[in-house]
């Protein structure tokens, strides 16, 4: 089956350093990689769609020059959050969809998660 | 008002019961729909997608689309204590980039 995996699974950082973190297409190609935040006990929020080698599409309300987003290749995509903040502390989500052609192409492929704590 | 409403529950069944989760929604747009269940501190998993109206079976796992009504729901049955999780509807119109999540209902099943 199709695995997406993250890196780091979990981060604590200081106010108003940066962090990064990955998401890869361990068995596919990805054109679309999907960046998600959730709250306890709250949806998944999408923050932006990547396509590969074009800029990302940030939803409405999402900063985009806080949270970079860069989807270098098929198998990989980063979320930088810059200048982090306590409010940006969430559980941080990648997904990415198959090519067309698979079965399901619209079907999205989880990571498992990065949690942030910004202290 | 939220695109998707689902009850986030928790929702406590005893092992062997029929588990019905629930979500309704307000965008006439949508035309797929997806059940994910994820473990604590996980990514979701997709468990069923059906598209328009209709039923969709697999194993222990029934999802229905009701679409005049705005509602779908997804049906356990001989609910187990690995089925514990919180279950997600997810929805999309026909621009397959958007997927719009309920909040997600916890459910346990004890043995």
């Known amino acids: 089956g199709a695995v997406v995996s993250q890196h780091p699974s979990r981060v604590i950082c200081k106010s108003g350093t940066s962090v990064k973190i990955e998401c890869r297409s361990l068995?596919?190609?990805?054109?679309?990689m999907f960046w998600y935040r959730q709250f306890p006990k709250q949806s998944l929020m999408l923050m932006a769609t990547?396509?590969?080698?074009?800029?990302?599409?940030?939803e409405q309300g999402v900063e985009k020059d806080k949270f970079l987003i860069n989807h270098a290749s098929l198998t990989l995509s980063t979320l930088t959050v810059t200048s982090a903040h306590p409010e940006d502390s969430s559980f941080y989500i990648c997904?990415?969809?198959?090519?067309?052609?698979?079965?399901?192409?619209?079907?999205?492929?989880f990571g498992p998660g990065t949690r942030l704590t910004v202290t | 008002q939220k695109e998707v409403e689902q009850d986030p529950g928790p929702l406590s069944v005893p092992e062997g019961a029929i588990v019905s989760l629930n979500c309704t929604y307000s965008?006439?747009?949508?035309?797929?729909f997806m059940w994910y269940r994820q473990y604590s501190r996980k990514g979701p998993e997709l468990l069923m997608y059906?598209?328009?109206?209709g039923n969709k079976e697999d194993g222990r796992f029934t999802a229905q689309v009701d679409k005049s009504s705005k509602y779908i729901s997804l049906f356990i049955r001989d609910s187990q204590p690995s089925d514990s999780a919180t279950y997600l509807c997810?929805?999309?119109?026909?621009?397959?980039?958007?997927?719009?999540f309920g909040s997600g209902t916890k459910l346990n099943v004890k043995p």
């Open positions: 059906t598209y328009s109206s």
């Open positions: 997810a929805m999309s119109p026909d621009n397959f980039n958007k997927f719009y």
């Open positions: 965008n006439s747009a949508f035309q797929y």
């Open positions: 068995d596919f190609q990805a054109t679309t």
């Open positions: 990547s396509n590969e080698g074009s800029k990302a599409t940030y």
């Open positions: 997904s990415a969809s198959p090519p067309t052609g698979t079965p399901f192409p619209y079907e999205q492929y």
